[in-house]
């Protein structure tokens, strides 16, 4: 059975940092692509980065230069680094595996199925 989990969430100043954490257990990252989605309230969750089996990383727009992606595939961990934290960037964040049948995203021109789905880290960024 897949478990997700993130962590690494927090109460942050506009301008810090922060790095969010996600491991899986049930699954091999190195198999999958691996995503990052938020979603603040009233809104619909949207994807934000995400990572394919070559290492390859895409971003959304609103976070291009600000986030970054990585993932340790020897401790099955997956993260996110936010710098330069925006009010705007408040929002639960969730980490999700490539899986089909899922929920179809498109992040930065790469489009796939996400499933197994975390609980969720809380993000808020204070001016």
């Known amino acids: 059975q897949v478990q997700v989990v993130e962590s690494g969430g927090g109460l942050v100043q506009a301008g810090g940092s922060l790095r969010l954490s996600c491991t899986a257990s049930g699954l091999t990252f190195d198999t999958y692509a691996m995503g990052w989605f938020r979603q603040a309230p009233g809104k619909e969750r949207e994807g934000v980065a995400v990572?394919?089996?070559?290492?390859?990383?895409r971003y959304a727009d609103s976070v291009k230069g600000r986030f970054s992606i990585s993932q340790d595939t020897g401790r099955n961990t997956l993260y996110l680094q936010l710098n330069s934290l925006k009010p705007d960037d408040t929002a639960m964040y969730y980490c999700a595996a490539q899986r089909s049948p899922g929920t179809y995203y498109k992040i930065g021109g790469l489009a796939t199925w996400f499933g197994y789905w975390g609980q969720g880290t809380q993000v808020t960024v204070f001016s």
């Open positions: 990572i394919v089996r070559s290492g390859e990383t």
